[in-house]
């Protein structure tokens, strides 16, 4: 498969975003009736800063503003009121592996498997159409069984992954 503009700018976001950062918290967002929104989530990483995601579609927004900064993602257009509720991830780490999985047959993000360079602590994302599905300390070997459990459109797709360590300077795919 050939790498388009869209896996190659994909790639590069994440590489910029995530490569070598300390991941310190997951932060979810819930509304003025304390109901959980399921399509955004934070991860705060080193100083308090965050990398937010949202799905309302075939792929992710992503900003390093945090709602009560700069509402990006256009929430408050939706919600009077909006709250961070941190998860409390057992320990904090610094992403040295990278996982990106790709829909083979169009430009959608699956799932961003982000962990620790000896995949000790992790995170998975993956993306529904309306909803994000996130995992702590979660094994890279089961990433698969996973995502085809949770999303059963693609229970039977080979999907496209493209990975890289802290060592590579490159996306491998794999």
């Not at 050939?2 to 979810?28: E, H, Q, R």
């Amino acid at each position: 498969m050939i790498m388009t503009n869209f896996y190659k700018s994909f790639l590069n976001k994440i590489d910029t975003l995530f490569c070598g950062v300390n991941i310190t918290d997951i932060i979810s967002i819930s509304d003025e009736y304390d109901d959980l929104i399921d399509n955004t989530i934070f991860l705060e990483i080193d100083n308090h800063k965050v990398i937010g995601f949202y799905i309302n579609g075939m792929n992710p927004y992503i900003t390093r503003n945090r709602i009560s900064e700069f509402d990006d993602f256009n929430l408050y257009a939706l919600y009077s009121q909006l709250k961070e509720n941190k998860f409390g991830i057992p320990s904090s780490f610094i992403v040295g592996y990278i996982k990106v999985i790709f829909n083979p047959d169009y430009d959608e993000v699956v799932a961003i498997y982000l962990s620790s360079s000896d995949c000790s602590s992790s995170i998975l994302i993956i993306f529904s159409v309306d909803e994000l599905y996130i995992y702590n300390d979660f094994g890279e070997k089961d990433l698969i069984r996973l995502i085809r459990e949770k999303l059963f459109q693609y229970e039977n797709t080979d999907f496209l992954i493209f990975q890289k360590s802290l060592t590579d300077s490159d996306w491998i795919k794999s």
